[in-house]
């Protein structure tokens, strides 16, 4: 009897036992999936624009640089740095004395060159006397050819000499009008209305001006009435811009408000582009960047050279399907199966039936160093390898995370447009970084929860 | 005529003193899952053991905190147990109840409150189990089996048994994290693929459990040592009783859920 109840304990508490250590090992084994901690929005319907953020400088419309033709030392400048100028208006003087006496010497010049050719003229009036009397006495025998050959030539002289001295008084009018024009342009007045933004000279200081060159920078003028923003656009983004898209433009000089511009003009050719070998050996690491004009619409007392940030609005979509844009990622399709097998045999089949009626192909064929089936496998692998990623999101599905392809449109600053598969309403995970770009994918267990900066640090 | 002589009176013999019992506590707490005939048997002759119901008590309340705080501590079952709670809450402000301030106030005060409830909830639970039960047997004890039992003793066996309780909530807890279910349990309704505790199926599948028909029976093999009455017919009042009051229990429930939406 004791023993019957012995074996009876042992026999309960062994079952216990066994069914404690079963569900022990249940527990313990069985696969759980990590639960990665999300954040979640809902897919909601929005307007949208796109915006393209560019920096740069504001610069008038209309700018020019002074700079002279001739050289000297200044000894009139009439104007001052801030100063209000009309077309006209004298700018400074350079010192005339050099081209007033080149322009007299020209002037001397000339009229000795006027002088001699009076005396030309005179002297074929002389010379065509001469030739037409002895002439007369040749035609009567009455001088020898040699005379009469000299009095000739003489005479032909003189018309030489004439013609001679008639250019030579073209050339010293020349002389003249260039030696007026480098007096004149001593002298230099202001080309357009507008304000001395920069004055790079004084007084006294001498000025190197040439006509083929650009000589020494004397002054600025610029027309502040008429300001634009230019900006550096990336090369991705400037295929976005055009021509009277509207902008919003902030001057760092004045946080507090929002400027309206229009884009004026976009770069045909990149920034630094031209330059030489060694200009551009530095830069070449450097983005390329396209320069883009926003004209100001609205006046306020800009200076050249004020630091800008544009906002230049490119596209627009309204009522349109939107998620965050932490949302939205890329992961590798899965690769399709590998059908080495029936397909490569397929596949070989095919190439050797349509070999054999060309007759020539399967001698072809035969030299070909590669078999068909492993042409055909290393052909489909290098596809796979080809693979490119496609965007997704995924979508809350409970306590799980299923990943959906989508096609995405414009952004703004927070969301992305999508065009194809997600419906409104659909719950789509937002954050944090590290899941979404890394550790999620199809079918993971999620649970919604706050966000943890310290887990979704970007990584470089 | 001489009268006989008189009888002498005798006492009745005097009942033997209550024997200490032969086995330990622990012991007992043992074997009520093997032989608990022989345990009743110890109990009945013994003396009044204070530990033969609040040691099963301290145990059942240990074992429910442990597996609370185990439980609570996976953030999938969190999670899950905190939606069930958002919906039920979401469903009472969609019906116009509450107020979505009111709902969501209540949604804290009802984080807060599973919190509390996973820790010290098993030593009240532990409490109104056994006097509650203890108080059913004796009712059955008393009216049905016409025994003049002791609250007390009736108790003990009561508190005895709630250590197959102790083992459920232990073995609740592996099937929670085996299934990763937090309605798992010992009971038909992990045959429903898609458990929801607002389905009638669920809640009488849930009563189909084996480890609680185990404690009926070890209460049942108590009551009837104590009365001294065959077991079978105790059973059927025991298994009665229970019946009766978890048909109470749910309506009460699902009067309430009525009452307050969700």
């Known amino acids: 009897m004791a023993y019957s109840k012995k074996r009876k304990r042992i026999l309960v508490f062994s079952s216990i036992g066994a069914v404690l250590v079963v569900l022990t090992l249940v527990a313990i084994l069985r696969k759980k999936d990590p639960v990665i901690t999300v954040q979640a929005e809902k897919v909601t319907r929005r307007d949208l624009v796109e915006r393209v953020v560019a920096t740069g400088k504001i610069q008038p419309v209309t700018q020019v640089v002074i700079s002279p033709e001739v050289s000297g030392e200044i000894i009139d400048l009439a104007v001052k740095e801030g100063q209000r100028v009309w077309k006209g208006d004298l700018l400074l003087k350079i010192k005339p004395d050099f081209y007033l006496a080149a322009f007299n010497q020209a002037k001397a010049g000339y009229e000795s060159s006027v002088a001699s050719k009076e005396e030309a003229a005179a002297n074929l009036v002389k010379a065509n006397a001469d030739f037409k009397r002895n002439n007369e006495l040749f035609n009567h025998k009455l001088i020898s050819e040699a005379d009469f050959i000299g009095f000739k030539a003489a005479f032909e002289v003189a018309q030489a000499q004439l013609e001679s001295a008639t250019h030579q008084v073209d050339v010293a009018r020349a002389t003249v009008d260039s030696a007026q024009d480098s007096l004149d342009k001593t002298t230099i007045v202001s080309p357009l209305t507008g304000t001395i933004s920069k004055l790079n000279s004084q007084l006294g200081e001498r000025v190197l001006g040439t006509v083929q060159n650009v000589g020494t920078e004397i002054m600025t003028v610029a027309d502040l009435s008429e300001m634009e923003a230019r900006v550096d656009v990336g090369e991705v983004d400037v295929v976005l811009i055009a021509t009277n898209q509207i902008a919003r433009l902030e001057v760092d000089a004045f946080k507090d408000r929002k400027f309206a511009g229009m884009v004026t003009g976009v770069a045909k050719s990149a920034n630094g582009l031209g330059q030489t070998a060694l200009s551009t050996s530095s830069s070449s690491t450097d983005a390329t960047k396209f320069e883009v004009h926003i004209r100001i619409t609205e006046k306020e007392s800009f200076l050249p050279g004020m630091s800008v940030t544009a906002e230049i609005e490119t596209r627009y979509r309204t009522n349109v399907l939107t998620v965050p844009i932490a949302s939205l990622t890329t992961r590798m399709p899965k690769e399709p199966k590998k059908d080495g097998g029936k397909g490569a045999a397929a596949t070989n089949a095919t190439t050797k039936a349509k070999a054999k009626p060309a007759g020539t192909n399967s001698t072809v064929a035969k030299a070909d160093p590669l078999p068909a089936a492993d042409t055909n496998a290393w052909r489909s692998d290098k596809k796979s390898k080809e693979t490119k990623p496609i965007e997704v999101v995924f979508v809350v599905d409970g306590d799980h995370a299923r990943m959906l392809p989508v096609k995405s449109g414009i952004s703004d600053d927070d969301y992305y447009e999508i065009t194809e598969g997600l419906k409104d309403g659909q719950e789509v995970v937002s954050g944090g970084f590290k899941a979404i770009s890394r550790d999620l994918e199809d079918g993971k267990k999620i649970v919604k929860g706050p966000a943890n900066p310290a887990a979704d640090t970007k990584e470089p | ?262």
């Open chain 2, 1 to 262: 005529m001489d009268q006989p002589p008189p009888i002498p009176e005798t006492t009745p013999p005097a009942p033997p003193p209550p024997s200490v019992p032969a086995t330990s506590l622990a012991a007992r707490l043992l074997n009520v899952f093997a032989t608990p005939s022989d345990v009743f048997e110890e109990v009945k002759a013994a003396l009044p053991s204070v530990g033969n119901w609040l040691v099963p008590i301290v145990i059942f309340g240990l074992v429910t905190a442990v597996s609370s705080v185990l439980v609570l501590s996976q953030p999938a079952m969190a999670q899950k147990i905190h939606e069930k709670q958002e919906k039920v809450f979401d469903d009472q402000v969609k019906a116009g109840k509450v107020t979505q301030e009111r709902a969501d106030q209540m949604e804290k005060y009802a984080e807060l409150a599973a919190k509390i409830a996973g820790g010290v909830g098993g030593f009240f639970m532990g409490f109104i189990t056994v006097f509650g039960w203890g108080f059913l047997l004796w009712l059955i004890g008393r009216f049905a089996l016409k025994a003049d039992l002791r609250f007390m003793k009736v108790t003990e066996v009561a508190g005895l048994a709630t250590s197959i309780s102790a083992l459920e909530s232990l073995v609740r807890m592996l099937l929670i994290f085996g299934f990763n279910n937090p309605l798992a349990s010992p009971s038909m309704a992990m045959l429903l693929k898609n458990p929801d505790p607002k389905n009638g199926l669920f809640t009488l599948l849930s009563m189909v459990n084996i480890m609680t028909f185990w404690a009926l029976v070890v209460r049942s093999i108590g009551l009837g040592k104590l009365a001294g009455v065959p077991t079978g017919r105790v059973v059927v009042w025991v298994f009665g009783a229970w019946a009766v009051v978890i048909s109470i229990l749910t309506a009460s429930s699902m009067a309430l859920q009525g009452a307050f939406g969700g």
